[in-house]
T-cell receptor, first 113, second 109 residues
Framework: EAQVTQNPRYLITVTGKKLTVTCSQN?????MSWYRQDPGLGLRQIYY???????DKGDVPEGYKVSRKEKRNFPLILESPSPNQTSLYFC????????????FGNGTRLTVT | DAKTTQPPSMDCAEGRAANLPCNHS???????VYWYRQIHSQGPQYIIH???NNETNEMASLIITEDRKSSTLILPHATLRDTAVYYC??????????FGQGTELSVKP
């Protein structure tokens, strides 16, 4: 089944403890992206990647890192999480063409205390 | 990427057509119009997209005006399960996909 898989679904951590949220897609998509969703602010793009080894900042990249060493994986790294990074995170992927739909994962709810 | 404007909320009676409008007056020639919906805190679900022509699939129809400055998503026979937030987005090739606040559609019995 074609899908975008994020792990974990839920994560509670403490300030400053490095964490990684994994994202994997099995559709051979070139384009991958991370979003965070907060009440009243909607979905905001954190980082995106057009292909392997190509990543770019979205609208809210501060405090996050990403890597794209392989086509299928696009992990989101929080080197030193802070409470303002408590949010619902979504990974998404698509073919790089403009007319290609973005497929979303089921989300990761992160709480930083 | 062009911005979009949608009404914050709409109601629709079950079984009737839901027509959700979207303005994208700054859309450029290579930008597609996409519609997604999000139910509770699930991942956004793709509904339909188009460039110039009207489109229809098993979920919905998309009507794009001739000048491409606005579009309408039509759910032909809304059900209670169509209650969700609907997002209209424009996107160019590999470009940022910017979500607005969307329209909260409530389908009522």
């Amino acid at each position: 089944e074609a899908q975008v898989t994020q792990n974990p679904r839920y994560l509670i951590t403490v300030t400053g403890k490095k964490l990684t949220v994994t994202c994997s897609q099995n559709m051979n998509h070139e384009y991958m992206s991370w979003y965070r969703q907060d009440p009243g602010l909607g979905l905001r793009q954190i980082y995106y990647s057009m292909n392997v080894e190509v990543t770019d900042k979205g609208d809210v990249p501060e405090g996050y890192k990403v890597s794209r060493k392989e086509k299928r994986n696009f992990p989101l790294i929080l080197e030193s999480p802070s409470p303002n990074q408590t949010s619902l995170y979504f990974c998404a992927s698509s073919l790089s063409r403009g007319g290609s739909p973005l497929h979303f994962g089921n989300g990761t709810r992160l709480t930083v205390t | 990427d062009a911005k979009t404007t949608q009404p914050p909320s709409m109601d629709c009676a079950e079984g009737r057509a839901a027509n959700l409008p979207c303005n994208h007056s700054t859309i450029s020639g290579n930008e597609y119009v996409y519609w997604y919906r999000q139910i509770h805190s699930q991942g956004p679900q793709y509904i339909i997209h188009g460039l110039k022509n009207n489109e229809t699939n098993e979920m919905a129809s998309l009507i794009i005006t001739e000048d491409r400055k606005s579009s309408t998503l039509i759910l032909p026979h809304a059900t209670l399960r169509d209650t969700a937030v609907y997002y209209c987005i424009v996107r160019s090739r590999g470009g940022k996909l910017i979500f607005g606040q969307g329209t909260e559609l409530s389908v009522k019995p």
